[in-house]
Each structure stands twice: as C-alpha cells, then as structure tokens.
C-alpha cells in the first residue's frame, strides 16, 4: 500500500507540461498594458476650470494657515527657550 500512495503523490512529465500550457494560455488571454490603461482613461473626469481654481485657493489657504500655525509653535518655542 505504501507504494501505491507515493506513486500517487508523483507528478508525470505530461502533468508539468499541462500545467506550463495552461499558464502560457492564461497570460495569452490578458490585454496589453497599454491597452488597459487606454481604457482606464476613458474613465477618468477631469475637473472643470472652476473647480481647479477653488482646490488651489482653498490649498493656498490651508498652507498659509499651517505655515502661521508652525512659525507661531517655533516662535513660542525659541522665547521660551530664551527665558530659561
């Protein structure tokens, strides 16, 4: 009985050959890169004129309001370190 479940556990030659063209099938049946990504960007919206312009004021603002924030944080830091 021992023979009969290795022989049984043993892959054929025919078996690995099956198996590389059942692969090579799969990766003939993909579409180009190129491809995919051409309708990808069929998809895509792109914003219009008055939406850029209200995402680059409102980032412009947030900046500007991170950039006062920090300078404050810095100043209040170095006076503090000052004044020991």
């Known amino acids: ?3 009969k479940e290795i022989s ?3 892959t054929t030659k ?7 063209k059942d692969k090579k099938t799969k990766k003939e ?3 180009g890169y190129f491809k995919e990504v051409k309708g ?3 998809q895509v919206t792109f914003p219009s004129s ?8 409102a980032t412009i603002v947030i900046v500007a ?3 006062a924030f920090f300078l404050l944080i810095s100043a209040a830091l170095s006076w ?5």
Do not use: H, N
């Not at 025919?14 to 590389?20: A, G, H, I, L």
């Not at 008055?50 to 004021?57: A, D, G, H």
């Not at 503090?80 to 020991?84: L, R």
């Open 29 to 31: 049946k993909k579409p």
């Open 50 to 57: 008055k939406e850029i312009v209200k995402y680059t004021i």
């Open 80 to 84: 503090i370190k000052g004044a020991i």
């Open 65 to 67: 309001f991170l950039v």
């Open 14 to 20: 025919k078996d690995t050959e099956k198996k590389v």
């Open 40 to 42: 990808e960007m069929k």
């Open 1 to 3: 009985m021992a023979k």
């Open 8 to 10: 049984e556990k043993k």
